[in-house]
């Protein structure tokens, strides 16, 4: 059975929540992401544009592309929760799936996974 992360991009930030409650709940920290995502769109708006124009620009966690490469790369679900909140969208993950999206800017593919083993490895990094 999937296991599927929602949250409607317009429901308000959640308050003075500790750690636990942020990165170790259910959600296991995608509600926080998108949270950071959002704030980040008003901040930056050049990097919410590129985002926009499908984009995976480099932001807190890996999975944004600056130079196009030959292989595959991996990022995190972080990333992807962050990047559908500076996009102006609703998080919407399956923790069971691994997306992919391919940056619009440099033809790189990036497969979004929850398996650290994946993303960090060192022929995975810019």
Known sequence: MSKNIYRSFNEPDRQSLRYEERFLAEDQGLITCLEVGRRMRLEHPELAKKAMRGELPPMGWKGGVEKPKPATR????????????IRGEDLNIDLDEEPELTCTATGVKVIFTGDRRKYCTTENSD
Not at 74 to 85: N, R, V
């Open 74 to 85: 991996f990022g995190t679900l972080f990333y992807l929760a962050q990047w559908q909140g």
